[in-house]
């Protein structure tokens, strides 16, 4: 099992510029979670997904969206990068939702972006 | 809307004295509280968990102590080792129950 695994690990972009970064598990956990890191702010959900075709908004979406086509995949998209979105991404993914008996949340090895 | 708190940001403790992290969470429907710990350059991984029905939950040297009527909890660790030095987060769940609202992290440092 490679557990979760997230593509690619660094990137730098433009101001403006677009790309997705993907989130593959292979536990066939029905839940994912895209995070983003930054120092002090601990981790603040972006969106997540309860299972395939469906997502939802989390703390701070602005910015960003998600696909869920796949039930092993899940996609974050930053149309228009900004200075703002420079942060360490985490996926994760869990078989049941938070409040279930199997929650645990696992955690990917995260993509570091950089936007100038 | 819904926020965790953690305290301190940052804790540093001798080898062998204990730490305490106090988390403190707004929504009453929370039910479900882990910890993570993650190490430097690494991803975070739940070290213990508890839940609404439980008012402590040991493992080792860690334990977890959670006060629902006040809402807050806290992890507890004894015996401290340096390996123990990372950034511990807590966690809990949003009103939906669907996903996990976490702390800012507390960075722990153990000295030998």
């Known amino acids: 099992n490679a557990g979760v695994t997230q593509t690619p690990k660094f990137r730098v972009l433009k101001t403006g510029q677009s790309m997705t970064l993907l989130c593959a598990q292979d536990?066939?956990?029905?839940?994912m979670y895209w995070y983003r890191q930054d120092p002090g702010m601990g981790l603040r959900l972006i969106h997540y997904?309860?299972?395939?075709?469906?997502?939802a908004k989390g703390e701070v979406p602005d910015g960003y969206n998600v696909s869920r086509l796949k039930k092993q995949n899940f996609l974050l998209g930053l149309e228009s990068a900004a200075p703002s979105q420079t942060s360490v991404y985490f996926c994760?993914?869990?078989?049941?939702?938070?409040?279930?008996?199997?929650?645990?949340?696992?955690f990917g090895p995260g993509t570091r972006l950089t936007v100038l | 809307g819904e926020n965790v708190e953690q305290h301190p940001s940052t804790l540093s403790v001798q080898e062998g004295d204990s730490a305490v992290i106090k988390c403190t969470y707004s929504?009453?429907?929370?039910?479900?509280f882990p910890w993570y710990k993650q190490e430097l350059g690494k991803r975070p991984q739940l070290i213990i968990d508890?839940?609404?029905?439980?008012g402590e939950k040991k493992d080792q040297r860690i334990a977890v102590t959670l006060n629902k009527t006040a809402k807050h909890f806290s992890l507890h660790i004894t015996e401290t080792q340096p390996e123990d030095s990372a950034v511990y987060f807590c966690?809990?769940?949003?009103?939906?129950?669907?996903?996990?609202?976490f702390g800012k992290g507390t960075t722990l440092s153990v000295s030998s």
């Open positions: 994760a993914s869990s078989y049941s939702h938070s409040s279930g008996s199997r929650n645990e949340q696992f």
């Open positions: 536990m066939n956990h029905e839940y």
């Open positions: 997904s309860v299972g395939e075709g469906t997502t």
């Open positions: 929504d009453s429907a929370s039910n479900y």
């Open positions: 508890i839940r609404s029905n439980v």
């Open positions: 966690a809990a769940t949003n009103q939906a129950g669907t996903a996990l609202i």
